[in-house]
Nanobody, 122 residues
Framework: QLQASGGGLVQAGGSLRLSCAASGRTFSMGWFRQAPGKEREFVAAISGSAGNTYYAHSVKGRFTISTDNAKNTVYLQMLSPKPEDTAVYYC????????????????????WGQGTQVTVST
């Protein structure tokens, strides 16, 4: 079971942090998003004992994914968000480690949260 939180309205250039608490063991955790009229797209992922991270080009350098293993929680820190970042954000968990492009593929995540709306205003 996944519970995402932290979404809301934020001004462009501000900051927002999304959280997603998972129950049970996790091997890879990721964030995806879906804007109105668009397909779901990969945002960021973290996997492996070393905590390897992966980012979409559109958010690299602005968003940071991290985990608190003690709380089994994954975070997405959003810095300097842009209006084009407006979307419903979904957290996802994979039961296997992922690497490289495998982490970008939604099919490698078997468990999904309910989504949290992020709206970035100008």
């Amino acid at each position: 079971q996944l519970q995402a939180s932290g979404g809301g309205l934020v001004q462009a250039g501000g900051s927002l942090r999304l959280s997603c608490a998972a129950s049970g063991r996790t091997f890879s955790m990721g964030w995806f998003r879906q804007a109105p009229g668009k397909e779901r797209e990969f945002v960021a992922a973290i996997s492996g004992s070393a905590g390897n991270t992966y980012y979409a080009h559109s958010v690299k350098g602005r968003f940071t994914i991290s985990t608190d293993n003690a709380k089994n929680t994954v975070y997405l820190q959003m810095l300097s968000p842009k209006p084009e970042d407006t979307a419903v954000y979904y957290c996802a968990v994979g039961s296997l480690y992922c690497s490289g492009y495998g982490c970008y593929d939604a099919k490698n995540y078997g468990y999904w949260g309910q989504g949290t709306q992020v709206t970035v205003s100008t």
